[in-house]
């Protein structure tokens, strides 16, 4: 397991964001949030060439973590379609477990966030559609 792994779980978190080694941001909401958050209160420049620890990876996290240009994506659970995409185009990655797809809680149900970014492989396209599905669910 990697050291921002084992911090990710020790610190209870549901995302951490480090550059240069320094932890420069943490969250502990739920779903995608985290990662929009990120984005807003660090802002796209000081994310270039990040390192995110994530909980939970699917392709609309992929599609974030490209949006913000970091280097390295590490997840407790990660899907396939995640890192297909990760490896396509060309972000280190590493993760405890694989899942199929990320499925909500009854396990059956794609993520709705899942769902929205099935078509999409642009990540500006993807973070714009995301953000405005956020701002519809209040």
């Given amino acids: 397991m990697s050291s921002y792994l084992r911090m990710l779980q020790e610190s209870g978190s549901s ?3 480090f550059r240069g080694g320094a932890m420069v941001f943490s969250s502990s909401s739920r779903g995608i949030m985290p990662l929009i958050e990120a984005i807003e209160e660090v802002g796209l420049d000081d994310l270039r060439g990040a390192v995110t620890a994530d909980r939970v990876v699917g392709k609309a996290a992929v599609l974030l973590n490209l949006y913000m240009g970091v280097d390295e994506v590490h997840a407790l659970l990660i899907s ?3 890192k297909r995409l990760l490896g396509e185009r060309g972000v280190g990655f590493e993760f405890l ?5 990320i499925k909500e809680k009854d396990g059956v149900i794609f993520c709705p966030f899942e769902r929205l970014v099935q078509g999409i492989s642009d990540p500006e396209e993807a973070y714009t559609a ?8 209040g």
Avoid: F, H, P, Q
């Fill in 97 to 101: 477990e694989e899942t199929d797809a």
């Fill in 80 to 82: 396939e379609g995640a």
């Fill in 130 to 137: 995301i953000r405005a599905k956020l701002a519809e669910m």
């Fill in 15 to 17: 995302l951490l964001v």
